[in-house]
């Protein structure tokens, strides 16, 4: 539709092609979420959301609409609309993402972490390899349903363990009854480095030269 279209070439963003600064976006839209790749704009009065790819990522657009197009049928995720060229439109999930549950002592339950298993089994059976399953792209809407988003990577080769890690550390740690359920962010983004790092360099040990 062309309203998407005039929508999103009027989102400016300047600096760096991989971490741009948003500088000009239309009034229509309200800034929801900001990820490694793209802005998340809701769309005023309306349930969908326009994800608008940095410059350097322009080109995931296409491939993550094939992938929500895979997808259609799993309820899990959210309904692609329209896809143009560097942009994506797809329903807005109320609620919150399990990063924003962990910060706000927002529970997580067992039924919450059989779902998102559920989800991706769904996923793997329609022929995609679940990757990049981080705390930031799985939400829980007001009613308590799981929604997830941003598959991009679930066409890649690579095994990802993100979810299996994620799933253990809520059963090993999250589960037990002294655990904090609310965590502060810093804390957060503590455990999200030392997790990168240590996952890099169990890649990098077996024979030093994985590039
Ligand atoms: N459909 C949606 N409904 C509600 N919130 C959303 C939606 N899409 C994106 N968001 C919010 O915007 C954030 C960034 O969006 P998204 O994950 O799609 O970007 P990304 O750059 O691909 O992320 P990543 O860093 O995981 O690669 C999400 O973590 C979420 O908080
Ligand atoms: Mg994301």
Redesign the pocket.
């Known amino acids: 539709m062309a309203d998407f279209e005039q929508l999103a070439e009027q989102i400016q963003m300047s600096g760096s092609d991989t971490t741009p600064h948003l500088t000009a976006y239309p009034a229509s839209l309200v800034l929801?979420?900001?990820?490694?790749?793209?802005?998340?704009f809701?769309l005023n009065d309306s349930s969908?959301?326009m994800?608008v790819?940095?410059p350097a990522?322009r080109h995931?657009a296409a491939e993550?609409a094939e992938i929500y197009k895979m997808l259609e049928n799993n309820h899990f995720f959210?309904t692609l609309h329209e896809a143009g060229d560097g942009y994506l439109v797809?329903?807005?999930?109320?609620?919150h993402?399990l990063?924003?549950c962990l910060r706000e002592g927002i529970r997580i339950t067992d039924h919450h972490i059989a779902d998102i298993d559920n989800a991706l089994t769904h996923a793997a059976a329609e022929g995609l390899n679940p990757s990049?399953i981080?705390l930031?792209?799985i939400?829980i809407t007001p009613g308590g349903d799981i929604?997830l988003?941003?598959p991009?990577?679930f066409r890649q080769q690579k095994h990802c363990t993100q979810w299996e890690d994620l799933h253990r550390a809520y059963k090993r740690f999250y589960k037990k009854k002294l655990f904090p359920k609310k965590i502060p962010g810093f804390l957060l983004e503590l455990i999200a480095y030392l997790y990168k790092r240590r996952k890099s360099i169990t890649i990098q040990a077996p024979n030093k030269a994985i590039h």
């Open positions: 929801i979420g900001t990820g490694r790749s793209a802005f998340a809701r969908k959301v994800k790819f940095f990522f995931i993550e959210p797809i329903d807005y999930i109320p609620g993402t990063y924003d990049d981080h930031r792209n939400l929604r988003i941003d991009a990577r």
